[in-house]
């Protein structure tokens, strides 16, 4: 029961802080929405058995990338849209698509799930699933690889971010 | 989930808690004190015997201030701030262990709110969210002075984050544990300043830097910036702030304690004892450095994080790696 | 353990060639000599161990193959990237090694003031291993791989000072000239794999004696094709113009690739590929014939050469046809014999010839040389023996080889082709003691300049020097004893050439130890001969010789301008080809390939023009688009 | 926990919603920052989906998956925003339909 109701919890605050960043006007309160939305992710995580994961996300999310979004739009101070949303037909057509995405997305989850409408039961899991050690290990081994492709990655994109920053515009 | 649990569990947080509360006064009286013997003074001795009741008399004061807001602040925001400086250092202390298990009423209790396994990770990450606190409160104000410092705290305190952690990463190779209360367990023989002295003291001054302690108090830098991101802040609010960075401090001691100090292990007297003498230590050192050092500058500050510290830490994690992978 | 490091004598010079290429101008001269000689040295040493450990198997077993990967699988095409090791390539591979390592210590001397340290022993690693690649392939392809390498290295080595115009036009006609060689022997390797459907050795060769008959038209044209690209790579009749002016390179470059190891990749092939020429007896005939009448043509051009590296060239060219005699013979283990030996003195005779030059600050005119015997004495008797030894005189390494060639000739080519072959070794004796006598006896014809600058080489030149003047003195007894049947060398190369036994060419005359004795007494009274006109030439009558060249002056031009070979390609060949090139850009490829490619490229330009119209430069629009793709496909792959 | 789980489904359905919101962002906003945020939003969205399937599965892989999704976010926070910050360096401006140079 735990997990349900905690479930519940979480993904309310989800989309409404998911919907409240979209929205908002003023782009720091956007950017701490969007702070509201992986913490509450953050703790599906916890419930999906991916402590690892969670902690991560809020180190690395919540407390790096996002701090990062934070000083961008202090430094630019840009002030709320006027107005708010594309002009014109885009917008429509925007929404319009979204929505047949989301009616697709459903589709698919609805259609691909258990026998005769019944969602998939759970699975047990093993007790060290999704620990850091466990994580470590196949990092490790099966995906050292992409592992270490994402740290050139990385480290492309801060010599890429300092360049950037640092040149001189006319 | 039995009910005991849930008991047990709020006596602990409301024990962490009441600690805190009471400690932090005790905290500002006796840096105040030292300071003052230090600098020749006497320090504060009207309230109370020493002066020991001071600390709660300013508290009353602030309680009775008038609450200003600036006109243009963001007021949620502003209101949001303070409350989540104290919050994550509040969270931080959950995981630390204060001692061994007890036994009350035939129940094994551990000495820690919360055992996590990935303690060490929470504590960084929670320090991280610490930072919000901090920038918020320097934009929701809507004024230069505490803007500018938010962003210096901020920056500040994300590049110190990182040694801080990478440091941390070298006692987590040895130990194969992210939990505080495993890496306790195994400083059973040797405390782990022994091997892992230069990642101590690359942990130390990130911990002072992470709390905008001086040398490092480059956001409330008065002479250049008032002060900093609480300029605008006052009465509740303010002593919030204050609150929450002696909290800091002590989750940083704490940490400094549980993971290179052994933690609550000491012969004679019970483990709390322990705990709370190595933590007053801790503590008196942060008071002795503000007593000692002059500020840094801000390009100095940012310059010794990123091209001592940072490589520093790196070297030591190589070095430890290489170690730990040789001697298996 | 030798044999398994067997992938190492190649790799090693490889490291080398890689490490001085890469870090070239970086590093200090002594750590460039360290990488670039203690790789082929040490390349050396476990050559020596393999020859060690093939040595201890019992002969029928001393092939040994190392594979290394697959290189190429297409299909029904398979090639390994495969070291073999066995008789024939563990003497080449000695060879390579042993002469090669000597020649990269010399060089650390030769070329010590050089701007391009690095680069040169980078070219030279690399050579190495390329030759090594050639003469330890496993297949046809490696082999092929290995032969174009060492190409590209000769030609690298040639225009090693690119700066001077000569130097990096000889090059260029190196390599144009080898192209012509190594399509006849890409052809051949088609053919091979068109006929086996592989390019492996083992493979192509035990079945090449059951799939073809004696004598068939395909066994001749694999034979002639495979002896088009020997007679490109060793400077035969009549690709043999590039070999004389290759020796624009540095002299242990000449040493090295243009004496003793690369221009004798053909006579390996072909002793390698000796089942198809056994198939074949016309292509046989014509292996020794152009043999033969490249010995004997270049050497008369080397009689009358004032340059001393042309006449070494002419004298290689000439050495290289008497190879290429004993294999058209039959008797290609006399081949190989001879082209050991001549390895080791004709490099030294190339070393000592540097050693000369490096003396006289770089003069190359043999008339401005002469009674240098004081001078240079190491130089001096290491030369003369080098000397003797190609002229074949008892008991130095050239009589041997030499004779055994002449011996086989005799035997199983006829008197006619002996008696050409006795001709060629006066005239080798004769202009060889002529270089001798110009260069170190009789009076001095130095400079002033010159003369002041006269030493003697560095220990690290007259080192390598000293050890191949022992080679070229006891190696011919590698054969010991020489007389047929019991020859040493012939019995180590026996399992290579088993097959030949009963293929090969019936012998003219039966073989008799007293003719075998008589023949050699004759070509032995015959080289000194050669050494007596010589000396009678240039020592005792200098004049005679300015003489002897007014009274046949048409002769004497013939020869002297090497018969106008060159201008006769340049006129018949060269130059209606270039004509023609020319005609060919102008009309097809600027108009027609030019106007497709342009003309496809401004359509292309044209419709982009409308296609840009779509581009509105707003991001969301490009988002957009981009989600209607989205949607498209979760839609697709939802309802599927 | 065993079957008494909350169903997978259930958490690909949050992922959709979060996923379908992130896009309108991207769609309809025109703030490059919030267009920004939004696309993480919809990073996390798929994260989310990742998770809730390893878990389903009983195979970390999935984990893993969040672990370079998030380099790569961060990656392309880092540039994206140093792009961001050098725009309105030049154009006093953050919002995308000002900026309208994409185009050949």
Redesign the interface.
């Known amino acids: 029961m735990g997990e349900a109701i905690l479930f519940t919890l979480f993904s309310l605050s989800a989309v409404a802080f998911a919907l409240g960043m979209v929205f908002r006007r003023n782009a720091v309160h956007c950017a701490l929405h969007l702070v509201g939305v992986l913490l509450s992710l953050s703790g599906m995580f916890v419930l999906l058995h991916a402590q690892f994961i969670a902690a991560i996300q809020i180190l690395v999310y919540a407390g790096a990338i996002m701090v990062l979004f934070l000083f961008v739009v202090m430094l630019l101070n840009v002030k709320g849209e006027t107005p708010l949303l594309t002009p014109g037909a885009a917008k429509g057509f925007g929404f319009f698509f979204a929505f047949i995405a989301f009616v697709e997305l459903l589709w698919i989850v609805v259609s691909q799930g258990g026998t005769e409408g019944e969602p998939a039961p759970v699975p047990a899991l093993p007790p060290n699933f999704g620990s850091p050690a466990e994580i470590g290990k196949i990092l490790y081994t099966t995906w050292l690889f992409p592992f270490e492709v994402t740290s050139i990655l990385l480290m492309i994109a801060v010599v890429g971010a300092v360049v950037l920053a640092k040149r001189k515009f006319a | 989930m039995d009910a005991a649990f849930l008991i047990e569990s709020a006596v602990k947080v409301l024990i962490v808690l009441g600690f805190v509360l009471l400690g932090v006064p005790l905290i500002v009286w006796m840096e105040r004190k030292v300071i003052g013997h230090m600098q020749d003074r006497i320090g504060p001795q009207r309230v109370g015997p020493f002066g020991l009741l001071q600390t709660i008399a300013d508290g009353i004061k602030l309680f009775f201030k008038e609450d200003l807001i600036p006109g243009q602040a963001d007021r949620v925001v502003f209101f949001l701030a303070p409350a989540l400086s104290v919050i994550t250092a509040f969270v931080a202390l959950s995981v630390v262990p204060f001692g061994d298990k007890v036994t009350v009423f035939g129940r094994d209790v551990p000495l820690h709110v919360a055992d996590v396994n990935v303690a060490i990770l929470w504590v960084l990450g929670t320090t991280s969210m610490g930072v919000y606190g901090i920038v918020l409160g320097g934009w929701a104000s809507n004024s230069k002075y505490p803007l500018l410092g938010g962003l210096r705290s901020s920056a500040q305190m994300i590049s110190y984050e990182l040694a801080q952690g990478i440091s941390l990463v070298s006692v987590i190779l040895m130990t194969g544990t992210l939990s505080l209360a495993g890496i306790v367990a195994q400083q059973e023989h040797m405390w782990f300043i022994v091997p892992q002295f230069f990642a101590f003291v690359i942990f130390l001054l990130c911990g002072i830097a992470e709390t905008n302690r001086a040398p490092f108090d480059l956001p409330e830098a008065e002479t250049e910036l008032v002060a900093g991101f609480h300029t605008e802040y006052s009465s509740m609010k303010f002593a919030l702030y204050f609150l929450a960075e002696y909290a800091n401090m002590m989750v940083v001691s704490a940490v400094a304690i549980s993971v290179f100090f052994g933690g609550w292990r000491g012969p004679f007297l019970p483990p709390v004892a322990w705990f709370l003498i190595k933590l007053s230590l801790f503590l008196f050192f942060f008071v002795w450095l503000r007593a000692t050092f002059p500020r840094l500058r801000y390009d100095q500050l940012m310059a010794f994080g990123w091209k001592v510290l940072l490589p520093a830490s790196l070297l030591n994690l190589a070095v430890t790696a290489v170690v730990v992978a040789l001697t298996g | 353990m030798g044999l398994t490091l067997l992938w190492l004598v190649p790799l090693l010079p490889l490291v080398g060639a890689i490490l001085n290429g890469v870090l070239a101008g970086t590093l200090p001269r002594k750590m460039v000599s360290a990488i670039g000689v203690g790789s082929v040295g040490l390349s050396f040493a476990i050559a020596v161990a393999c020859f060690g450990d093939l040595l201890a198997l019992p002969p029928e077993s001393r092939r040994v193959t190392q594979g290394l990967f697959t290189w190429i699988q297409s299909g029904d095409f398979h090639a390994e990237v495969r070291y073999a090791l066995d008789p024939l390539g563990a003497v080449m591979m000695l060879v390579v090694t042993g002469v090669g390592f000597l020649i990269h210590v010399y060089s650390t001397g030769y070329m010590g003031h050089e701007k391009a340290y690095g680069r040169y022993f980078s070219y030279l690693n690399l050579f190495t291993f390329s030759m090594l690649t050639l003469v330890l392939a496993d297949n046809f392809l490696l082999m092929f791989l290995g032969w174009e390498a060492v190409g590209l290295c000769s030609y690298l080595l040639i225009g090693f000072w690119y700066q001077r115009p000569a130097a990096a036009e000889a090059g260029k006609k190196a390599f144009v000239v080898n192209r012509i060689g190594d399509w006849g022997f890409l052809l051949g390797i088609f053919l091979i794999f068109v006929t086996f459907g592989s390019v492996d050795f083992a493979t192509v060769f035990t079945q090449a004696p059951q799939r073809l008959a004696v004598g068939s038209a395909v066994a001749t044209a694999i034979a002639l094709l495979l002896f088009l690209g020997a007679t490109g790579k060793s400077a035969q009749l009549p690709l043999y113009v590039w070999l004389p002016d290759a020796m624009e390179g540095p002299t242990p470059v000449s040493a090295l690739i243009h004496a003793a190891t690369m221009v004798t990749a053909g006579v390996y092939m072909v002793a390698r590929c000796h089942i198809f020429y056994l198939l074949s007896p016309p292509a046989l005939q014509v292996v020794a014939i152009v043999g033969i009448l490249t010995a004997l043509f270049a050497a008369t051009i080397g009689l009358v050469q004032n340059d001393i590296k042309r006449v070494l060239a002419y004298s290689t060219i000439s050495q290289l046809g008497y190879m290429f005699v004993g294999c058209g013979v039959g008797a290609f283990a006399s081949g190989i014999f001879h082209l050991m030996t001549h390895a080791f003195f004709k490099a030294l005779l190339f070393l000592g010839a540097g050693s000369v030059i490096h003396a006289l600050s770089g003069e190359q005119d043999l008339w401005k040389m002469g009674g240098l015997k004081a001078h240079l004495p190491w130089t001096h008797a290491t030369f003369l023996i080098a000397t003797l030894a190609i002229a074949g005189v008892f008991p130095f390494a050239g009589f041997f080889s030499k004779d055994e060639i002449l011996y086989q000739a005799w035997l199983r080519g006829g008197p006619l082709l002996w008696m050409a072959g006795v001709i060629g070794a006066f005239m080798t004796a004769f202009y060889m003691f002529r270089l001798y006598f110009l260069t170190f006896q009789g009076r001095s014809r130095v400079s002033e300049e010159a003369m002041h600058h006269l030493h003697e080489s560095p220990k690290s030149m007259t080192g390598p020097l000293m050890i191949l003047a022992v080679l070229s003195v006891i190696g011919g007894f590698v054969q010991v004893p020489i007389l047929a049947g019991g020859q040493r060398l012939d019995q180590f190369l026996e399992p290579v050439f088993a097959d030949a036994v009963d293929l090969a060419p019936a012998a003219h005359a039966a073989s008799a130890a007293g003719a075998e004795v008589g023949l050699m007494v004759i070509s032995l009274v015959v080289a000194l001969m050669g050494i007596f006109v010589a000396y009678k030439f240039y020592v005792a009558d200098p004049e005679l010789p300015r003489r002897l060249a007014e009274q046949m002056r048409g002769a004497y031009r013939l020869v002297f301008n090497k018969y106008w070979v060159d201008e006769i390609y340049e006129s018949f060949v060269v130059q209606p080809i270039y004509q023609g090139s020319v005609r060919l850009w102008e009309r097809f490829d600027a108009a027609v390939i030019d106007g497709a490619v342009n003309g496809v490229g401004r359509q292309i330009e044209r419709g982009a023009e409308l296609l840009r119209l779509a581009q509105t430069g707003y991001v969301q629009v490009y988002a957009l688009i981009l989600t209607l793709g989205a949607v498209v496909l979760i839609g697709y792959l939802a309802l599927r | ?14 992922a ?23 696309i ?2 919809m990073l ?1 969205a798929v ?2 989906s990742f ?2 399937f ?5 195979q ?2 999935g ?2 998956f ?3 999704v ?10 994206g ?6 725009i ?3 154009r006093e401006t ?4 000002e ?6």
Request: proline share 1%.
């Open positions: 926990m065993g079957s008494m789980g909350v169903p997978t489904e259930y958490y690909q359905l949050v959709a919603l979060l996923f379908t919101i992130g896009l309108i962002g991207v769609l309809v906003r025109r703030s490059a920052l919030i267009i920004f945020m939004s993480e939003l996390n994260n989310l998770v809730a390893s878990r389903q599965h009983g970390m892989d984990q893993i969040v672990f370079f998030m380099a790569v976010a961060a990656a392309e926070v880092a540039v925003l140093a792009i961001l910050v050098a309105f360096r030049n953050a919002s995308v339909d900026v309208h140079l994409l185009k050949g």
